[in-house]
């Protein structure tokens, strides 16, 4: 993948934010340090190839930038966190849920085997796709279609990751997530929402920890 030494240095610059605002979340995520690999493959990425051209100048700032039809491409720290807390293994088979233009399913694709993501509605997903390919993610698989039902002829998962907000868990995550799998997903509590943790037992129990405030948009289902 050929980059710019300018696009170099803004990613190194964007890492280097991330890690320090990691360190200044410490108390609420529960760690000061982010994972290396995490890192390293933020390093990597070019974001600017996943933001529509008018916000390509913003690509490496610390900031949610808008993607189109009223979705966002989330803010690098809250990709690295996510990432993060998947702990993420070379052979995991890794679900995500809302594709949008492609940008953390490429931050994935850096680090595991085998990525699925489904996004909901067409355009978007359309669009990802051309981008991913674009910048060398050839070997991920995209749909379009429900997310909150998963991707069940791939199933089980060791990994799920959402990014977007459901009202309540779905069921069919759960149920897609391998025992001793984990998931991470902004959810509705009542305060507003709260990234969760949730890990499943080899016994099929689900445990789930809250961590930082978040604002996502909702999860959008066909239910």
């Not at 902004?186 to 709260?194: F, K, N, T, Y």
Request: proline share 5%; hydrophobic share 45%; glycine share 6%.
């Amino acid at each position: 993948m050929v980059t710019s030494e300018k696009e170099n240095a803004l990613r190194q610059a964007m890492v280097t934010i991330i890690a320090a605002h990691a360190s200044l979340c410490a108390e609420e995520i529960g760690k000061d340090r982010l994972n290396e690999r995490v890192l390293a493959a933020m390093a990597r990425v070019p974001r600017h190839q996943f933001v529509p051209a008018i916000v390509q100048e913003l690509a490496y700032q610390d900031m949610p930038l808008p993607i189109g039809c009223g979705k966002t491409i989330s803010q690098p720290f809250m990709v690295a966190l996510m990432t993060d807390l998947l702990e993420l293994e070379e052979d995991d088979r890794v679900l995500e849920v809302g594709t949008g233009l492609g940008y953390q399913a490429a931050v994935l694709a850096e680090l595991c085997d085998e990525v699925f993501s489904v996004e909901i509605i067409s355009e978007l997903a359309a669009e990802a796709e051309r981008r991913l390919r674009a910048a060398g993610y050839a070997k991920m698989e995209l749909r379009v279609g429900d997310g909150s039902r998963g991707w069940p002829e791939h199933a089980p998962y060791d990994k799920i990751i959402v990014t977007a907000a459901p009202e309540q868990i779905p069921s069919a995550l759960l149920d897609q997530l391998k025992p001793g799998g984990r998931m991470v997903i902004p959810a509705v509590v009542e305060d507003g929402q709260r990234l969760l943790v949730i890990e499943k037992g080899e016994d099929g129990r689900v445990r789930t920890k809250e961590l930082i405030s978040v604002l996502f948009s909702v999860l959008i289902s066909s239910h």
